[in-house]
């Protein structure tokens, strides 16, 4: 996947972080899909825990359905996810407020990948 790097950035940053300074402590889903919408694989990103694997979760907070290639964008700061949330290329389901808190991690662990 193009995003992997993204993905791998984001999991290193969780590693180094301090567990009692976490400010989102929420479990999302992201499914990624190709540029036809079909499903590649599913990512659990797991901010009770400070983990991320690839599977699926029954205790999301949330879900999101983004194309691999969008969210490599994203990381590399070429588009927003607002952006892709109001174009519809993302599909948000679950609280929106737990996702607003990720959005901000995932913006500073994806500053330095371009």
Do not use: H, W
Not at 13 to 41: C, E, M, W, Y
Not at 91 to 114: C, H, N, P, Q, Y
């Amino acid at each position: 996947m193009k995003s992997e790097c993204i993905i791998e950035k984001i999991r290193n940053k969780l590693k180094d972080s301090n567990p009692d300074r976490r400010t989102v402590l929420s479990v999302f889903q992201f499914n990624f899909t190709d540029a036809d919408g079909k499903l590649i694989k599913s990512v659990v990103f797991d901010f009770k825990d400070l983990n991320i694997y690839d599977g699926t979760t029954d205790a999301a907070d949330a879900e999101i359905t983004i194309s691999d290639d969008d969210f490599y964008l994203v990381g590399t700061k070429e588009t927003t996810f607002d952006k892709l949330v109001s174009d519809k290329k993302a599909l948000v389901k679950g609280d929106m407020t737990a996702i607003d808190k990720m959005l901000g991690k995932f913006r500073s662990a994806s500053d330095e990948v371009k």
